[in-house]
């Protein structure tokens, strides 16, 4: 296996994790993010 | 009036008044048999078109939402009907409002959207249902904290009735048709949901400024007017929602929910959430494109370089006339990672190679199917050329001409054709006509090494046929001066012993043993060459190279059992006194006896003699 396809391996995998890991983030975010408005965090 | 404790067909009791609607008394009761507190509201002052009444009711009764009381069912009692609802605990938003409660934008926010989703469930029932009655009275903050949509007007579609109107928090067409009834008209203007659309504007128009609206007063001034610390958003919905006309408005509940909901993405903070969402799903998709375009480099690389060095070790195979020609050439033809890599041309000159090959290991047929498939890849006169000295060689003679045929109309101008009728000449015996026709084609060949060489060869092959070994070495060296083969050398060196034997010419031995000398060290020995490579030296006396040849034997041995190798081992090996005769002529013996008859009659006699007269010696016995 020469190093071209270990590095597509890692970036694959790397690609994968990022998306994850943002998303299980974001979503904790958008819910923190709609109590905090419905509490009317966004009033002016 | 319903006195307290009442109880109506059995069911209802009657606990208290509550307040008035539209038609009279509200009261709360009690049902008897669901254990739980209910609402007795008067809907009609008479039992007149009862059944029409009740078909009304069914489709109240067959509503069911979180946000709307339960209807059970309607009872006449005194010449009055009555609709049991469910009774919804807390207070109406008409009280909260003239209690200066000021209310969060969050908790408007929920309410709207709660108000917006259980008006879509009406509208969108079959048959459609409209509240037409929405105002602060008519919405209940439970003890949980939601709305509760109570009191159904005239609720049923298609139907101009209003009854209890709410100048306030009525939609212009329903104040229109109203006008119109108490003047004696007939109304034009239908009614459908966004008038309860209007009606919910108006609503929050007035929690939101403390100001009610009217529609004798329209336009009311803009909620922005007021400095109630909502945002643009939330009061731009409500504007939207009084529009007057009703086409202005928001088209549905379900579009006035959407709206609410979008309200949030306005925030800065929500669209940053919207650009790192798209960031990092860009960088994600990124990396695992870059991912597998690394990967499929790697793995083209992996294969061009695995090609690359099969391909190298074939071109060596071919330059040494390695006996792995065939299988190596096969394998890289049958690879199928390489059929992006190998092109026709290559192809062509892997099975060209792989032809050649078996043509000079004597096996025409495996040679004419490899030259046959080159051609397949690639056309061109030395393939062509090569293919019909195969089939001529493999006795296939009338293919052969028709392929002949082929090359004369493809290359009127060739002097291939006058080469491939020597070559079946001298299939058919006539050695003298290929010497003829081959010294006629000569000119015409000078300057093309290849069909000089291959003429030669033929005219060589023709004068040894004819027992001319002298002018059969001079082609033969002629042939080698234009392209030096193991082929070649190996015709060269058989016809010098042949010479050497037949005319007493002790020198050619040596010349012979040069010959296979040179394919032992450039190119590669096959069992035939390593014998004659022995028997040479023995014959030319060259006592110095004994060693070198047994040990070219021994490197033989290793590769396959054969009973005239270690005949020529065990001569050679007394010649040098190395103690290890014995064991070959013990060994010569037991391969001997495992030849069938006719491999017997391959064995070169004197070889065999000069092998039994030293097993005698050596193993005290005769060897039969």
Request: proline content about 3%; charged content about 20%.
């Amino acid at each position: 296996m020469n190093s071209n396809v270990i590095i597509g391996i890692v970036l694959i995998i790397s690609g994968i994790s990022v998306f994850a890991v943002s998303q299980i983030l974001l979503r904790r975010w958008m819910k923190k993010y709609n109590n905090e408005w419905m509490e009317g965090a966004e009033k002016k | 009036m319903l006195n307290n404790g009442l109880i109506i067909d059995n069911l209802y009791c009657i606990i208290r008044e509550i307040g008035s609607g539209g038609m009279g008394v509200v009261y709360l009761g009690y049902h008897l048999r669901l254990n739980k507190y209910i609402v007795l509201k008067k809907i009609k002052d008479s039992e007149q078109n009862i059944n029409l009444l009740r078909n009304e009711v069914d489709t109240l009764k067959g509503l069911h939402h979180s946000y709307l009381p339960q209807v059970y069912d309607f009872v006449s009692y005194g010449g009055n009907v009555y609709t049991i609802i469910d009774y919804i605990e807390g207070f109406d938003l008409k009280y909260y409002i003239n209690s200066g409660f000021q209310f969060t934008e969050g908790q408007l926010i929920k309410w709207l959207k709660q108000l917006c989703e259980v008006l879509d469930y009406l509208h969108s029932h079959n048959p459609q249902v409209l509240h037409s009655d929405i105002k602060p009275a008519n919405i209940i903050i439970t003890n949980s904290g939601d709305i509760c949509l109570i009191d159904f007007g005239v609720s049923l579609y298609n139907s101009n009735e209003v009854i209890g109107l709410s100048r306030n928090y009525s939609s212009p067409e329903q104040f229109y048709n109203y006008e119109c009834l108490k003047n004696g008209m007939v109304s034009e203007i239908p009614v459908d949901s966004r008038t309860d659309i209007y009606s919910l504007g108006a609503t929050f128009y007035h929690i939101m400024t403390h100001q009610m609206p009217s529609i004798t007063n329209y336009p009311p001034p803009p909620v922005s007017n007021f400095n109630t610390g909502y945002s643009k958003q939330l009061q731009n919905i409500v504007q939207k929602a009084m529009a007057y006309r009703p086409a202005d408005r928001f088209q549905s509940a379900r579009q006035m929910l959407k709206a609410v909901d979008d309200m949030k993405k306005a925030g800065s903070r929500y669209k940053g959430y919207v650009l790192v969402q798209l960031l990092t799903s860009l960088l994600s998709v990124i990396l695992v494109v870059a991912g597998i375009m690394f990967i499929s480099n790697g793995v083209n690389k992996d294969i061009s370089s695995a090609f690359q060095a099969d391909y190298s070790q074939f071109a060596g195979l071919v330059s040494q006339g390695s006996s792995e020609i065939g299988e190596k050439g096969r394998e890289i033809l049958n690879n199928p990672d390489y059929n992006g890599l190998a092109d026709n041309d290559t192809r062509a000159e892997i099975l060209h190679a792989v032809g050649d090959y078996y043509f000079d290991a004597g096996d025409y047929y495996n040679a004419a199917y490899n030259y046959s498939e080159c051609l397949g890849y690639k056309k061109s006169e030395l393939y062509y050329r090569d293919y019909v000295m195969a089939l001529i060689m493999d006795h296939r003679i009338d293919e052969a001409k028709t392929e002949i045929g082929v090359i004369q109309s493809e290359y009127p101008q060739s002097p291939v054709v006058p080469l491939l009728d020597a070559e079946t000449a001298y299939m058919t015996g006539d050695y003298e006509k290929a010497v003829s026709i081959i010294d006629a084609a000569l000119p015409a060949v000078s300057g093309d090494t290849e069909n000089t060489y291959t003429a030669y060869v033929i005219k060589g092959k023709s004068y040894s046929a004819l027992d001319q070994s002298d002018k059969a070495i001079e082609a033969f060296e002629a042939a080698k001066q234009q392209k030096e083969t193991p082929s070649i050398l190996r015709s060269l060196g058989d016809e010098r012993i042949k010479n050497a034997s037949k005319n007493n010419l002790q020198f050619e031995y040596k010349n012979a043993f040069d010959c296979f000398y040179t394919i032992s060290e450039k190119y590669f020995l096959n069992t035939d060459d390593v014998i004659n490579l022995a028997q040479s030296a023995m014959l030319a006396q060259e006592i110095s190279q004994y060693d070198y040849c047994k040990k070219k034997l021994i490197e033989e041995t290793g590769k396959k059992e054969d009973c005239r190798v270690y005949m020529i081992l065990s001569i050679l090996s007394d010649a040098t006194a190395d103690n290890q005769t014995e064991a070959y002529l013990k060994k010569s013996r037991e391969l001997y006896e495992s030849l069938s008859y006719e491999e017997k009659g391959y064995i070169s006699s004197e070889s065999l003699e000069k092998t039994k007269a030293l097993y005698k010696q050596y193993c005290g016995q005769e060897w039969q």
